[in-house]
């Protein structure tokens, strides 16, 4: 079973940077669907940006396009999310998932969009924006 650990959450002011670590055991990135996912209290967990395994294609979110950048160090098995600009929307618990290639799931849109409703999660790393 595929088990992550994020990592690189705080308290940041806006228009602040973070940049957000994810590593995982049980699943090499290379070979594998993987993205970052956000729940703000009150709200509904939703997708931010992923990277398919086949063809690294990428996903964001409208609300992260231009701010955020995923990647990935293949070596390290590490996933990364770069947070810029950040505003107070973006206040939420930051969540990795990783997981194999999947029917119907490749692609990065149609991974985040289909993981998102998936219920097992990681810890999570808290990122708190201040105004």
């Known amino acids: 079973q595929v088990q992550v650990v994020e990592s690189g959450g705080g308290l940041v002011q806006a228009g602040g940077s973070l940049r957000l670590s994810c590593t995982a055991s049980?699943?090499?990135?290379?070979?594998?669907?993987v993205g970052w996912f956000r729940q703000a209290p009150g709200k509904e967990r939703e997708a931010v940006s992923c990277?398919?395994?086949?063809?690294?294609?990428?996903y964001y979110a409208d609300s992260v396009e231009g701010r955020f950048t995923i990647s990935r160090d293949l070596d390290k098995n590490t996933l990364y999310l770069q947070l810029d600009s950040l505003e107070p929307e973006d206040t939420a618990t930051y969540y990795c998932?990783?997981?194999?290639?999947?029917?119907?799931?490749?692609?990065?849109?149609?991974?985040?969009?289909?993981?998102?409703?998936?219920?097992?999660w990681g810890q999570g790393t808290q990122v708190t924006v201040s105004s």
């Open positions: 049980g699943l090499t990135f290379n070979r594998a669907n």
């Open positions: 998932a990783a997981d194999p290639p999947r029917r119907g799931w490749n692609g990065g849109a149609a991974y985040c969009l289909r993981r998102v409703h998936e219920d097992h």
């Open positions: 990277i398919s395994s086949i063809g690294a294609t990428t």
